[in-house]
């Protein structure tokens, strides 16, 4: 087993093809440190705690956006919904300001940190990052933040990503005794 794992890893597009198989659920995270705000697309979200309520998230290392998440006191996590693929294509691109026009974001009491208008749910944290909270593993950094307040849309599907393209989840039917039907 080492053997294989050091003489003869996987290559990068191998790896990116294997992955591209998983379904992932597709954030905005967004900071405010001052004036300035900051925020990307992520997929490697997700839940690590639940006393006390923790998630987490991986950044680049070379992500523009790192360097204010480093020291920002709190950041959003916004799960977008399913119809917001556009807001996701806005913030995974680079060269322009995420920020502008402002008519699809309103500031959050705690720090007006931006919150997306109608995503499923909209998550304030304390960053973790300024007290030891981030970890280099590999070219990312894992970020790891503590929820203090939560809004969410009951109604909402969440976005999709795979395979380069976004969906929505849909839902299979269950049987009353609680066994999904259907092929």
């Known amino acids: 087993m080492d053997e294989a794992r050091t003489s003869h890893p996987i290559a990068p597009e191998d790896f990116r093809t294997a992955l591209a198989n ?9 900071t405010r440190v001052g004036g300035s705000l900051a925020g990307l697309t992520v997929t490697s979200f997700t839940s690590v705690s639940l006393a006390p309520p923790l998630v987490s998230f991986y950044v680049d290392g070379n992500s523009a956006t790192l360097r204010l998440l480093r020291v920002a006191p709190f950041f959003a996590v916004n799960i977008l919904a399913g119809h917001q693929a556009d807001v996701a294509r806005r913030f995974a691109a680079k060269g322009f300001d995420r920020f502008e026009p402002a008519d699809f974001w309103y500031p959050s009491e705690i720090s007006g940190l931006p919150l997306v208008k109608g995503s499923a749910a909209r998550l304030v944290c304390s960053s973790r990052a300024t007290g030891g909270g981030v970890l ?5 950094l894992l970020l790891v933040g503590e929820v203090v ?6 109604e909402s599907q969440p976005l999709l990503y795979r395979k380069g393209r976004f969906g929505h989840f849909v839902d299979h039917d269950v049987d009353p005794s609680g066994v999904p039907s259907g092929p």
């Open 149 to 154: 307040s939560a809004e969410v849309d009951q």
């Open 22 to 30: 998983q379904a992932a659920g597709v954030v905005v995270i967004t």
């Open 136 to 140: 280099q593993i590999g070219d990312h």
